[in-house]
Nanobody, 121 residues
Framework: QVQLVESGGGWVQPGGSLRLSCAPSRRIYIAYAMRWYRQAPGKQRELVAGIDTDGTTDYADSVKGRFTISRDDAKKTVYLQMNGLKPEDTAVYYC???????????????WGQGTQVTVSS
């Protein structure tokens, strides 16, 4: 059973930066579309950024110009560079991806356990 594992979360002051990473727990065949979501206390989970197989990206309006999503297909890893962090960015960040484990499989959706990002006010 493959899992997605996030890292890089933590505490940062307003205006600071963090980089989140997400990678499968073991070797897989192909990673397709990858996404970062977040859920703040008392709020609905929201899509933060996404990156397709061809490298096409999209962002929530609230993070546009501050966050950058990227991927390394050789490592099957996706990153989220977060700059100019604000207190309202405080949330648990979740990695989501469509993974193909083997040549005979179809892509299947997987979620990470989440990593806490806290931006002090």
């Amino acid at each position: 059973q493959v899992q997605l594992v996030e890292s890089g979360g933590g505490w940062v002051q307003p205006g600071g930066s963090l980089r989140l990473s997400c990678a499968p727990s073991r070797r897989i065949y192909i990673a397709y579309a990858m996404r970062w979501y977040r859920q703040a206390p008392g709020k609905q989970r929201e899509l933060v950024a996404g990156i397709d197989t061809d490298g096409t990206t999209d962002y929530a309006d609230s993070v546009k110009g501050r966050f950058t999503i990227s991927r390394d297909d050789a490592k099957k890893t996706v990153y989220l560079q977060m700059n100019g962090l604000k207190p309202e960015d405080t949330a648990v960040y979740y990695c989501n991806g469509n993974l193909r484990e083997y040549t005979f499989n179809s892509g299947t959706e997987y979620w990470g356990q989440g990593t806490q990002v806290t931006v002090s006010s």
